[in-house]
């Protein structure tokens, strides 16, 4: 157990809908990241959050966005659901957002399927 | 842009067997690299990792990798693998403090 995490573990929803994925990170832990596991394009990073301000982006859609709460917590907003959006999406933390030394936790995922 | 490579796919070993699975890394500075396991509907969990120093690092369940600089090489080892090692492993690279490159993964099968 990581200590990293995430809700719901699978969601089954339709295109044209919108989702919201939850990640609690590791206590202490400031920096949360979300990743993409799909099978065409492998692990992708989407975005990182470092306590609570946007610290860096990835190959993230304009349709999805996130965000970091107070209380460290991050969800993940996917909208206009389409097919190609069904996933694996990992949570993980780590202590820092600013520096090299920068082990990562991850969560066991949210299971995104898209009908 | 950095890149990881992992050249297998997959890979078939007999339980007792030695492991070596292959990772290359393209990136202009010093890296931090790091090999993930996945077990199927799992989570990725940290078997070891490398900022500096030695280039021979031990991890978690007997695992250990060696970084080669003048290779851009730092490939994952296993003296002897056990059944519960059947999993998907991945090479990541980090860029900076932001985010972690992955390989393509590496699907490993054990053969009783």
């Known amino acids: 157990d990581s200590g990293v995490t995430q809700t719901p573990k699978h969601l089954i929803t339709a295109t044209g809908q919108r989702v919201t994925l939850r990640c609690s990170p590791r206590?202490?832990?400031?920096?949360v990241y979300w990743y993409q596991q799909s099978l065409d394009q492998g692990l992708q990073f989407l975005i990182q959050?470092?306590?609570?301000?946007?610290?860096a982006k990835g190959n993230i859609l304009e349709r999805f966005s996130a965000q970091q709460f107070p209380d460290l917590h991050s969800e993940l907003n996917l909208s206009s659901l389409e097919l190609g959006d069904s996933a694996l999406y990992f949570c993980?933390?780590?202590?820092?957002?600013?520096?090299?030394?920068?082990?990562?936790?991850f969560g066991p995922g949210t299971r995104l399927t898209v009908l | 842009a950095q890149s990881v490579t992992q050249p297998d796919i997959h890979i078939t070993v007999s339980e007792g067997a030695s492991l070596e699975l292959r990772c290359n890394y393209s990136?202009?500075?010093?890296?931090?690299l790091f090999w993930y396991v996945q077990s199927p509907g799992q989570g990725l969990q940290l078997l070891l990792k490398?900022?500096?120093?030695?280039?021979l690092v031990q991890g978690i369940k007997g695992f250990e990798a060696e970084f080669k600089r003048s290779q851009s090489s730092f490939n994952l080892r296993q003296p002897s693998v056990h059944w519960s090692d059947a999993a998907e492993y991945f090479c990541?690279?980090?860029?900076?403090?932001?985010?972690?490159?992955f390989g393509q993964g590496t699907k490993l099968t054990i053969n009783p």
């Open positions: 990136y202009g500075a010093t890296p931090y």
């Open positions: 206590s202490g832990d400031l920096s």
């Open positions: 990541a690279v980090a860029r900076g403090a932001h985010k972690l490159v």
């Open positions: 959050y470092y306590n609570g301000e946007e610290r």
């Open positions: 993980a933390s780590s202590q820092s957002g600013t520096s090299g030394h920068n082990e990562q936790f």
């Open positions: 490398y900022f500096s120093g030695d280039t």
